[in-house]
């Protein structure tokens, strides 16, 4: 009576196993393995604007009127940084030309 029943149940067992596959391998997406060419192919610019192609119209105006902000404050930023160090060094140059005028030739006398 067992060996009537054992290759019932081997077969019941192993129709549990395929429907366990079938049913991880719809749920999963498969993984691609890591390619480091690809990764610089695939670059940041690339997904950013993937990214944007894929927004709505509105979204996209808001994201563009906000990447303009951003980027005329961070040029302002620059440009006042700049503008600070060329004043420093004319300062700088002139005291050391009111150093050397006055209290040099003071020194020298």
């Known amino acids: 009576m067992s060996d009537r029943n054992s290759p019932n149940w081997e077969e019941k067992l192993e129709q549990k196993f395929k429907d366990l596959e079938a049913e991880i391998n719809r749920q999963t997406t498969p993984v691609r393995p890591f390619n480091p060419q ?18 709505g119209t509105p979204a996209k105006v808001g994201v ?20 600070s160090l060329i004043v420093v060094g004319i300062l700088g140059v002139i005291l050391y030309g009111l150093y050397r005028t006055f209290i040099q030739n003071k020194s020298n006398s």
Request: hydrophobic share 45%; aromatic share 8%; no cysteine.
């Open 64 to 83: 563009t009127v906000v990447g303009v902000v951003v980027g005329l404050s961070i040029l302002n930023s620059i440009l006042k940084l700049v503008t």
């Open 38 to 55: 690809e990764e610089n192919s695939n670059g940041t610019f690339t997904r950013v604007a993937t990214w944007y192609q894929g927004l």
